[in-house]
């Protein structure tokens, strides 16, 4: 049973068909918007506070275009501090200096400044969101991106009658960039955040949030899309609607084998698409419950509440929303528990990609090179004359092959552009850890690991085909890792708990239809290995979508060289690119 404020009034937001562009399959064209980033009081649980928005909106506003159109979003700085805008999931190609990781491809904008980000958006289709990507802006500076396909739907012979974009977050009383600035100053952990949210609403089961609910209206019969995006700062979450049966038809922009299921696991960055029909008998109050909770794995303190919002059938007796009535019973069976890592394996190991003739797979059935990179959060000694607040006195951090990775002061990119002789970052990246041991056997407090500062990336020719295996370890936690690869989408060939072996795992890959993805949710002490053809030249960001390993240094990039010829090569920069 799920607890519930002892004063409730709800305030009703319906989200229908996304207003603006619908999939009338139309010819591409090109779509103009306007961002800008400034700052708006909000109030969520009786907390009025400035908060970082674009356009004033929070969540900030849908792009919605079509599959194959060029857009140009020009966004304004209209606060004191630097702020990047990144389109998570568009694959950029060629167009690296609108993909809008600080530091990697681009300078930030600074206040009072502009920049145009303009890219094409080229055979890709679905839900991918969009977010800050500078410091812990993201915990409010984010949004819904929808790209409608020139083909109909290969999914649903049943009309759809709305598409509803939900929209997971999260919620601090306080200064988000207190809780990071802290957490960098003293290399502890930080702390979590006071409530989730549905489409930027907390629901009434936190103090204070009377009025702040989701409620989305349907008609008893219908067949609606949910568009479900995790754009939360540090957590996984599970998700599940009381009593209906959810229908996955696509996964991070990319159409998938459908299946039915009573709960999904979102990662950060992840996009779910689900199919829900509308065939229940309702009680008097006409609603169901929505809830999403977290998947957790990780030791550091997490918030541990749940947040709800409802489904309304329309025509039950209970039109009049200023004050509805609740369900009798805030029971949601079929939520996972929050470290429910079984359905988490199971709900992974059922997604697959279409492979159809009209959307092939195509996996890389051989590859160029393999990379083998260990995952970890790791403890540094204090330096002398610091104060740290980690465990035992010491720093948190994280890092990939032993590496914690530091952003320089310049674009990497704009430095491998113009060829600059540069030590911002250099190209040795250790394509396989340094020494091999047992890397998810590790007694996680008694052993440490020292992580080394750097810049070291990777560089690949135009065309490789390259296998990432990303090896959790168990230095402080086992945990779970939601892994972003910028500008390529990749396939999930496999995946396990324990080390990943060479010499047996490949043979059991699936290399038929894996799922194809931007972020992976690397298991709980295990691997996943993701395959990937680098046709995109330019320079590309990986990181862990949990901002607080981000931050960490749990991240890398690597280089795609140019190919053959002007369409295998980076485009030159824009004029209004942002300078340092």
């Known amino acids: 049973m799920l607890g519930l404020c002892n004063s409730h009034r709800l305030f009703v937001v319906t989200l229908v068909v996304l207003a603006g562009i619908q999939p009338s399959y139309s010819s591409p064209t090109t779509r103009y918007f306007q961002f800008n980033v400034e700052w708006k009081k909000v109030t969520r649980l009786c907390h009025t506070k400035p908060l970082l928005t674009v356009n004033g909106e929070y969540p900030g506003p849908t792009v919605a275009v079509h599959e194959g159109d060029n857009v140009e979003v020009k966004v304004t700085n209209r606060i004191a501090k630097n702020t990047t805008i990144h389109w998570h999931g568009i694959r950029q190609l060629r167009s690296g200096w609108a993909d809008g990781p600080a530091y990697i491809t681009q300078c930030p904008i600074r206040g009072g400044q502009s920049y145009t980000y303009v890219f094409s958006v080229i055979d890709q289709r679905g839900t991918l969101l969009w977010h800050a990507h500078y410091g812990w802006q993201r915990a409010s500076v984010y949004g819904a991106f929808i790209i409608y396909p020139r083909m109909p739907y290969p999914f649903s012979a049943v009309p759809i009658k709305a598409e509803v974009p939900i929209i997971f977050g999260e919620w601090w009383n306080g ?37 702040d609910t989701f409620i989305q209206t349907v008609e008893r019969g219908k067949t609606y899309m949910l568009r ?10 599970f998700f599940a609607i009381a009593n209906h049966t959810l229908t996955v038809v696509e996964v991070d922009a990319i159409y998938t084998k459908p299946f039915t299921t009573t709960a999904i696991m979102v990662a950060p960055g992840q996009t779910t698409d689900v199919l829900i029909t509308a065939n229940q008998i309702p009680d008097s109050s006409g609603m169901f419950l929505m809830a999403a909770t977290p998947y957790v794995t990780a030791i550091f303190p997490f918030n541990n509440s749940t947040t709800i919002a409802f489904l309304k059938y329309k025509n039950t007796g209970n039109e009049k929303f200023e004050a509805p009535t609740l369900p009798r019973s805030l029971t949601l069976g079929n939520l996972p528990e929050m470290r429910d890592t079984a359905f988490a394996t199971k709900f992974s190991k059922k997604l697959r990609s279409l492979a159809s003739l009209e959307y092939p797979c195509n996996v890389p059935k051989k590859i160029d090179k393999r990379v083998i990179t260990t995952i970890s959060l790791n403890l540094q000694d204090c330096p002398a004359n610091k104060t740290c607040k980690g465990y035992g006195d010491k720093r948190f951090s994280a890092s990939m092959n032993n590496q914690s990775f530091v952003r320089p002061s ?27 041991f047992d890397y998810t056997g590790v007694d996680p407090l008694a052993e440490n690991m020292n992580a080394e500062f750097g810049t070291r990336i990777l560089v690949v020719s135009y065309g490789t085909s390259i296998e990432i295996v990303l090896q959790g370890t168990s230095f402080l936690n086992v945990e779970n890792h939601p892994i972003h690869v910028h500008g390529h989408n990749f396939f999930i060939v496999g995946s396990g708990f324990g080390n990943f072996n060479v010499a047996k795992h490949p043979a059991k890959y699936n290399l038929v239809d894996p799922p194809e993805r931007n972020t992976v949710a690397v298991p709980a002490g295990g691997w996943a290995a993701i395959r990937l053809k680098a046709d995109n030249p330019g320079v590309w960001f990986i990181h862990c979508h949990l901002e607080e390993h981000t931050s960490w240094g749990l991240s890398t990039a690597f280089i795609v060289k140019n190919g053959h010829g002007h369409s295998q090569s980076l485009l030159p920069p824009p004029e209004d690119f942002p300078l340092c």
């Open 175 to 211: 200064d988000v960039d207190a809780v990071e600035n802290e957490m960098m100053l003293y290399g502890s952990g930080p702390n979590s955040s006071d409530a989730y949210t549905i489409n930027g609403l907390p629901g009434p089961l936190y103090p204070c949030s009377n009025k």
């Open 228 to 237: 479900i995006i995790n754009a939360a700062l540090n957590d996984e979450l």
């Open 410 to 436: 310049k674009s990497i990119l704009e430095s491998y552009y113009k060829n600059l002789a540069t030590d911002a970052y250099s190209t040795d990246f250790p394509e396989k850890p340094r020494n091999a």
